[in-house]
């Protein structure tokens, strides 16, 4: 917990009282820009989006546009998407394969490694003086973990490999499963009228699903037969879900006692011919069994598997997006995971049946974007900001385990992840760099033949 005297305590370590300034304050907002997102290892792209020489793929490290390339040697270079001129944007296309970017303004032209390589009228208007290797473009830090490309702006920030440290141990479950590797299926993107943190803040909020989304699971339940599961099956002891806090991150995680993830478990598909992709669905997973197994180990391939999660600070379920626009207003992007060695109409059913859950229109999204932008609303009005919002379930009932690595709750309905955030945000909030920033050092052993980098 972050000392009384720092310019941020917003969090009671008791009551669990939090306070609302932090979801529509402006100038908390900028200080969120250079502290958190300046800092972090932040997801922007993932390889599978730019597998060839020369491609490159936009996105954004908090609300500065980069661009995602890989050079001609393969390299990949996450750059800042402007022309060290004047400002201009050079990258307009979502996606696309060039060797170089030329800014429309001037004519000022860099190759897909940042590096200036021509300004018109060098010689005649700079006199042949100008310093081309001084004017490249700004380039982040890179790295990758299972395919997905991370980049940093902070040269003091560790390695992405220790930023995630212990929770790889239950992301690999779902990043980390195939020889193949994965391909991401997206992006879906749209706007919600709520404060970034929310959403990230929700992805290990399991109490609201009995109610939030009490309509949408009865409508699925009619249609498909899916079973329905209500707060005591969430409340019960002892039970298969839990929470984890780890190095930062939050996670939920589901533990079968008897090997039961097998063909089929945990997919939502969607397509005209239910049961025929089913079975699909369950051949390509028995296929894919042994690999997993020496990949994960049994235990994680057959006992474990990671749930609703959120990778500090603004990744949730997968790999999603919730990018900063101003205090009240988050950019959603949503993709879809899937082993790259999927059939294709497997590939596209479990696509529309994520995005048909938590896409732009999904029937879990809906009830989310309302509940996110009401506490938005009630953090700016006047009277309702005074009250602060309260995160108290579970204080002191929780802690470390042999089984599992994190601070894990007691029971699977707790705010342990909440309270986890928001600490993480005031270490940062409160830092003067990184020296004042912690990180858990790696403690699991992996087991099985799968790397960091997949």
Request: with cysteine; hydrophobic share 40%.
């Given at each position: 917990m972050v000392a009384t005297s720092s310019k941020y305590n917003i969090l009671d370590?008791?009551?669990?009282r939090l306070d609302r300034r932090i979801f529509v304050d402006q100038e908390i907002y900028d200080e969120e820009m250079?502290?958190?997102?300046?800092?972090?290892?932040?997801?922007?792209?993932?390889?599978?989006?730019i597998p060839k020489k020369n491609d490159f793929f936009?996105?954004?490290?908090?609300?500065?546009?980069?661009i995602v390339t890989r050079d001609d040697k393969m390299k990949i270079h996450v750059l800042l998407n402007m022309c060290t001129?004047?400002?201009n944007r050079l990258a307009r296309a979502d996606d696309g394969n060039s060797k170089r970017f030329m800014c429309t303004y001037h004519g000022w032209t860099f190759e897909n490694d940042g590096c200036l390589t021509h300004i018109p009228g060098e010689q005649e208007a700079y006199y042949g003086e100008v310093d081309k290797s001084r004017l490249g473009m700004a380039e982040a830090r890179v790295d990758t973990y299972a395919g997905i490309i991370f980049a940093c702006w902070d040269k003091d920030a560790p390695?992405?490999?220790?930023?995630?440290?212990?929770?790889?141990?239950?992301?690999?479950?779902?990043?980390?499963?195939?020889?193949?590797?994965?391909?991401?299926m997206g992006p879906q993107k749209w706007m919600e009228q709520c404060n970034w943190k929310t959403p990230v803040d929700n992805c290990s909020d399991n109490y609201h699903l009995a109610f939030s989304h009490y309509s949408s699971m009865y409508a699925r339940h009619k249609v498909s037969g899916e079973p329905m599961r209500g707060l005591p099956d969430h409340l019960a002891v002892p039970n298969q879900n839990?929470?984890?806090?780890?190095?930062?991150?939050?996670?939920?995680?589901?533990?079968?006692?008897?090997?039961?993830?097998?063909?089929?478990?945990?997919q939502n598909l969607r397509g005209r011919d239910a049961s025929r992709l089913q079975k699909l669905n369950d051949e390509f997973t028995h296929s894919k069994q042994a690999e997993l197994e020496r990949r994960l180990g049994k235990y994680r391939a057959n006992q474990l598997r990671m749930a609703n999660h959120s990778i500090f600070p603004n990744h949730v379920l997968g790999f999603r997006l919730a990018l900063p626009r101003g205090p009240y207003q988050t950019e959603f992007w949503h993709f879809a995971v899937i082993e790259a060695d999927a059939p294709e109409e497997l590939k596209l059913a479990r696509s529309v049946g994520s995005a048909?859950?938590?896409?732009?229109?999904?029937?879990?999204?809906?009830?989310?974007?309302?509940?996110?932008?009401q506490v938005t609303q009630a953090s700016k009005m006047t009277v309702a900001r005074h009250y602060p919002a309260d995160i108290s379930m579970g204080v002191g009932h929780s802690g470390r385990t042999e089984e599992w690595p994190g601070e894990v709750s007691e029971r699977y309905i707790s705010e342990l992840n909440q309270r986890g955030?928001?600490?993480?945000?005031?270490?940062?909030?409160?830092?003067?760099?990184?020296?004042?920033?912690?990180?858990?050092?790696?403690?699991?052993?992996?087991?099985?033949?799968a790397t960091f980098h997949g």
């Open positions: 370590p008791v009551t669990g250079e502290k958190i997102f300046g800092r972090s290892w932040l997801m922007v792209c993932h390889e599978s989006l936009l996105s954004y490290m908090g609300q500065d546009p980069v001129h004047r400002g390695s992405l490999e220790d930023w995630l440290g212990d929770a790889r141990w239950y992301m690999d479950t779902i990043f980390n499963r195939s020889d193949a590797g994965m391909v991401a839990h929470h984890a806090f780890v190095n930062g991150h939050g996670l939920t995680f589901r533990v079968a006692q008897d090997a039961a993830f097998g063909p089929g478990s945990q048909n859950q938590n896409g732009a229109s999904g029937v879990f999204e809906q009830d989310d974007m309302d509940n996110w932008g955030y928001y600490n993480r945000w005031m270490e940062f909030m409160n830092a003067d760099s990184w020296r004042d920033i912690h990180v858990d050092p790696i403690t699991v052993q992996f087991e099985g033949t």
